[in-house]
């Protein structure tokens, strides 16, 4: 990427708006902080890799292949207000999607709203961020179809019409999370609910790559599949159920890995079920120990995104407390968004991994 002063101060269009770019978290002003900090949910695939990026920086570990651009409108009396925030990042198994958070409340998020701030970070972009690099947009919907539509316009690089991942993004606190008391046995079974430990790599690797196999075009191969185990273990943020059927060995039969966290967030970022083990009740049974370990933890709040077409996954966390996701009510509730993730020519992009 060019070569940055830390902070640069794009020109803008319109003179309401201000773009900063940044290539240290360090200098990220306080008042955007505050506003991700804010809405910690809805940034939670970006918050948590910048306090750790900001972490390395005050230890005097730099990485210069990761940026930050802020859009802040300017009000009357030099009232600034925190519109989004782009990322452009990456953490051990690859590059991440751009990111695009929104920190304003969300009926703000109009065509009219939306639209002169997205070309003016894009504008930005096309100064400091090579075309091949942007392989995806991962966004709130209306935000990532508006972008993906002026990006191809901007650089003639299409975008694919059927999105990689479309999710709701929905989170449960210690308020809706609902409690059940866990039973020793079922139906023969029985089972054990534990952080994972070293000795489990090779499992949560099989599920890792099972997950991948799933998740289009982002796949892996053993040895990806291993190190993403060996990453998740040593970092403490996956959970396994371990099962025994009769007089047989334990089986890993279910993972749930939470890999992007805050100290009041944590977000649930994989959930997978071996074949042979699929409608047992694992993966509910899982996600409800994990989510009050965390929130008896200290965290406020466990996010997470699921698939549209998921309805398997969308009952289970309805059923442990994740808000929004109950189909016979239509209302809506803040925090709980549609996102998506929309790919960009794959002949003309470097695909990444997340």
């Given at each position: 990427?060019?070569?940055?002063?830390?902070?640069?101060?794009?020109?803008?269009?319109?003179?309401?708006?201000?773009?900063?770019?940044?290539?240290?978290?360090?200098?990220?002003?306080?008042?955007?902080?505050?506003?991700?900090?804010?809405?910690?949910?809805?940034?939670?695939?970006?918050?948590?890799?910048?306090?750790?990026?900001?972490?390395?920086?005050?230890?005097?570990?730099?990485?210069?292949?990761?940026?930050?651009?802020?859009?802040?409108?300017?009000?009357?009396?030099?009232?600034?207000?925190?519109?989004?925030?782009?990322?452009?990042?990456?953490?051990?198994?690859?590059?991440?999607?751009?990111?695009?958070?929104?920190?304003?409340?969300?009926?703000?998020?109009?065509?009219?709203?939306?639209?002169?701030?997205l070309h003016n970070l894009i504008l930005a972009m096309q100064r400091y961020i090579p075309l091949e690099r942007v392989y995806s947009i991962f966004a709130p919907e209306l935000i990532a179809e508006l972008f993906a539509d002026m990006w191809t316009e901007s650089t003639g690089i299409s975008h694919y019409e059927k999105p990689y991942y479309a999710a709701m993004l929905s989170y449960c606190t210690i308020r809706s999370f609902r409690n059940r008391q866990a039973t020793d046995a079922v139906g023969g079974r029985t089972y054990t609910l534990r952080p994972?430990?070293?000795?489990?790599?090779?499992?949560?690797?099989?599920?890792?790559?099972?997950?991948?196999?799933?998740?289009?075009?982002?796949?892996?191969?053993?040895?990806?599949?291993?190190?993403?185990?060996?990453?998740?273990?040593?970092?403490?943020?996956?959970?396994?159920?371990?099962?025994?059927?009769?007089?047989?060995?334990?089986?890993?039969?279910?993972?749930?890995?939470?890999?992007?966290?805050?100290?009041?967030?944590?977000?649930?970022?994989?959930?997978?079920?071996?074949?042979?083990?699929?409608?047992?009740?694992?993966?509910?049974?899982?996600?409800?120990?994990?989510?009050?370990?965390?929130?008896?933890?200290?965290?406020?709040?466990?996010?997470?995104?699921?698939?549209?077409?998921?309805?398997?996954?969308?009952?289970?966390?309805?059923?442990?407390?994740?808000?929004?996701?109950?189909?016979?009510?239509?209302?809506?509730?803040?925090?709980?968004?549609?996102?998506?993730?929309?790919?960009?020519?794959?002949?003309?992009?470097?695909?990444?991994?997340?």
């Amino acid at each position: 990427m060019p070569a940055l002063t830390s902070r640069t101060t794009f020109p803008t269009e319109e003179s309401n708006l201000e773009i900063n770019v940044y290539d240290s978290v360090s200098d990220i002003p306080v008042e955007v902080w505050e506003a991700l900090r804010w809405n910690a949910v809805r940034t939670n695939v970006m918050l948590p890799l910048a306090e750790k990026v900001l972490s390395k920086e005050q230890g005097g570990l730099f990485d210069q292949d990761q940026l930050w651009i802020t859009c802040i409108s300017l009000g009357s009396e030099g009232r600034r207000t925190v519109d989004f925030v782009l990322s452009c990042s990456k953490n051990e198994m690859g590059e991440y999607p751009i990111f695009i958070v929104a920190t304003v409340p969300f009926p703000f998020l109009t065509n009219q709203f939306i639209s002169p701030r997205l070309h003016n970070l894009i504008l930005a972009m096309q100064r400091y961020i090579p075309l091949e690099r942007v392989y995806s947009i991962f966004a709130p919907e209306l935000i990532a179809e508006l972008f993906a539509d002026m990006w191809t316009e901007s650089t003639g690089i299409s975008h694919y019409e059927k999105p990689y991942y479309a999710a709701m993004l929905s989170y449960c606190t210690i308020r809706s999370f609902r409690n059940r008391q866990a039973t020793d046995a079922v139906g023969g079974r029985t089972y054990t609910l534990r952080p994972a430990v070293a000795s489990d790599v090779d499992a949560v690797a099989r599920l890792c790559l099972g997950f991948a196999s799933e998740s289009e075009p982002f796949v892996l191969d053993w040895a990806g599949a291993l190190k993403e185990a060996n990453m998740l273990i040593s970092n403490e943020e996956v959970w396994v159920h371990e099962t025994r059927t009769g007089s047989s060995g334990p089986e890993i039969a279910c993972m749930v890995a939470y890999t992007r966290n805050t100290s009041t967030t944590a977000t649930i970022t994989k959930v997978m079920t071996s074949v042979g083990h699929r409608g047992f009740g694992c993966a509910q049974r899982l996600v409800r120990q994990v989510c009050k370990h965390l929130l008896h933890s200290g965290k406020q709040t466990v996010a997470l995104y699921v698939a549209h077409d998921n309805g398997a996954a969308t009952k289970v966390y309805h059923n442990v407390g994740f808000l929004g996701l109950d189909k016979s009510n239509n209302e809506p509730l803040e925090g709980v968004e549609r996102w998506s993730e929309i790919g960009f020519d794959r002949t003309r992009v470097q695909l990444g991994h997340w």
